[in-house]
């Protein structure tokens, strides 16, 4: 793996496969240039990786399995060149696409929703059946936002750009969007607002397809997880997302992504520590 762009860190505990014999690469991706109201989720991967060592089992008692068990490696994060979007943007591209070439799942932690934009385009080439499944509170589906059509705001706007193909992406515990949003959704995604337990009825729409997993933190609740850019009321809370990642497991997931985490928006750290543990059961099921 080209390492050149590559800031090797503290590795997230039980994360210790070389690359060569992983299943999973994490990455660390910390761009959040389009954060429209709060900043502050570039420190996320670093924060994660901490509490992995101070807080954190490896084992899943949910899934009764250990990260230990999955070969993941750690690749560390990504220098990005903060003020320059398509020069952060191109750099996760490259990585990502480097990283299915060599046949292996990336698991991205953000970083803002936008990282998932060059993430979804490496992924689609490598598997152009492609479908994608956004947990998040917004719908992120403006064509522009403040005059740009790239931001984190607009980002599955774009995907669905990039899949040319109506009712690919899968979006749930949404509660957020403008009239025009949601009548675009309505028109070519397939939407289950409020809550996941619509869309875990409907997984089997998924079956053989390989699947991008997408999770913005902000689809939690803010009691739950205050620590994100845009926080939104009425999220959903742990075991929820358990028994939704109990009914994906088994779909064929080729990537996911862990994003808007900013730690230092929750003087407690509880926003943190909630996110490492999150981030744990979604490795269990890709
Ligand atoms: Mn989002
Ligand atoms: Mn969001």
């Given amino acids: 793996m080209n390492t050149t762009h590559l800031r090797p860190r503290a590795p997230y505990e039980g994360c210790r496969a070389d690359f060569e014999s992983a ?4 990455v660390g991706a910390g761009y959040d240039g389009t954060s429209s ?16 060592f101070y807080s954190q089992e490896d084992y899943s008692p949910y899934f009764r399995r250990d990260l230990k068990e999955k070969p993941i490696h750690d690749a560390g994060d990504l ?6 979007r398509d020069g952060a943007l191109a750099l996760i591209y490259q990585t990502a696409r480097e990283i299915f070439h060599a046949g292996k799942k990336p698991c991205f932690i953000g970083g803002e929703h936008l990282i998932t934009l060059p993430l979804v385009q490496a992924a689609l080439e490598a598997h152009p059946d ?37 009712r690919r992406i899968f979006q749930a515990a949404i509660r957020s969007g403008s009239k025009e ?29 390989p699947v991008y997993l997408t999770l913005d933190l902000d689809a939690f609740d803010p ?7 845009t926080p939104e009321a009425g999220g959903i809370f742990f075991p929820e997302y358990i028994e939704l990642l109990k009914a994906l497991e088994g779909l064929n997931i080729v990537g996911c992504d862990m994003v808007e985490l ?13 996110a490492t543990k999150i981030l744990r059961e979604l490795l269990m099921i890709v």
């Avoid at 220098?79 to 320059?84: A, K, R, S």
């Fill in 223 to 229: 009691s739950l997880i205050p620590g994100t850019g």
């Fill in 262 to 274: 900013a730690p230092q928006l929750d003087p407690s750290n509880v926003s943190t520590i909630a």
């Fill in 37 to 52: 109201y709060r900043p502050g989720s570039r420190f996320a991967p670093g924060a994660i990786r901490a509490e992995t």
């Fill in 79 to 84: 220098d990005l060149p903060f003020g320059d």
């Fill in 181 to 209: 949003e949601f009548e675009f959704a309505e028109a070519h995604t397939r939407l289950f607002p409020f809550h996941t337990r619509e869309l875990a009825k409907e997984t089997a729409a998924l079956k053989g397809f």
């Fill in 23 to 26: 299943e999973i690469v994490l």
């Fill in 130 to 166: 492609l479908r994608i499944v956004q947990i998040d509170a917004h719908l992120d589906l403006m064509d522009e936002l403040f005059g740009s059509p790239l931001s984190h705001g607009t980002v599955m706007r774009r995907c669905h750009d990039l899949l040319g193909e109506d």
